[in-house]
């Protein structure tokens, strides 16, 4: 999704309260620091390569991440892509949006799920509030109804905030990926993903590293 150029709605200030504004709360999962933003592997992962994209200051959601912030988040997102295009399969980005959530902080889900495929979408377009284009949609939705929650496979889905749809989501699309990557059949809890994650935290830690290297070898070679 393109990047937006609204007028800032205004930087909020860190958290004492924000798991999320404490960097040595997250540092040991901490892949990649911008002067914004964190790249940190999910403490909890529900595969292999679950990242999230977190902005340094504390907003509620990306509905309310300043105008002036898209740019540097557009090139994380490609970064990411770059990435799991490399090491996994194409990247669904996924934000609760404050309806869900559970660390009061914004934070983009990155889960390499592939490409969806035709029933997938049609679930996606059913059940949409709207096909969004630019962040600038995303903080106008935000600003004038509130919650929402997002999917981004290729074409960006936001949805209002329903229990029944997010539900359907859930079951219609995470279930079976998640499923399918882990050979799981049943859904893990919190819990359990934390107690089952350490192997997936340094499979994805192992991988980052390989991609640096790789990028800095690229740039090297260029120059």
């Known amino acids: 999704m393109q990047n937006g150029s609204r007028v800032s709605l205004g930087t909020e200030s860190l958290s004492p309260d924000c798991v999320f504004c404490q960097r040595n709360a997250i540092a040991t999962n901490v892949l990649k620091e911008t002067p914004n933003f964190r790249l940190v592997i999910d403490h909890a992962p529900l595969v292999e390569g679950h990242i999230l994209i977190i902005p340094k200051s504390h907003y509620a959601c990306y509905g309310a991440v300043p105008a002036e912030l898209d740019t540097e988040l557009f090139a994380i997102k490609q970064e990411v892509q770059r990435f799991f295009q490399q090491y996994y399969i194409p ?114 830690f192992a991988k980052w590293r390989m991609f640096e290297q790789g990028a800095t070898y690229a740039n090297e070679a260029s120059a």
């Open 91 to 204: 990247p669904v980005f996924w934000e609760h949006g404050v309806f869900h959530q559970t660390v009061f902080h914004a934070h983009l889900h990155c889960f390499p799920f592939g490409v969806l495929d035709q029933k997938e979408h049609a679930l996606c377009q059913q059940l949409c509030a709207e096909i969004v284009h630019t962040q600038d949609a995303i903080r106008s939705w935000y600003a004038l109804q509130g919650h929402y929650f997002y999917l981004e496979p290729d074409k960006a889905f936001l949805f209002a905030p329903e229990n029944d749809a997010y539900m359907r989501i859930i079951q219609g699309i995470f279930w079976p990926k998640v499923s399918e990557l882990n050979d799981q059949r049943v859904w893990h809890s919190s819990y359990q993903r934390q107690k089952e994650g350490k192997v997936r935290i340094e499979a994805t």
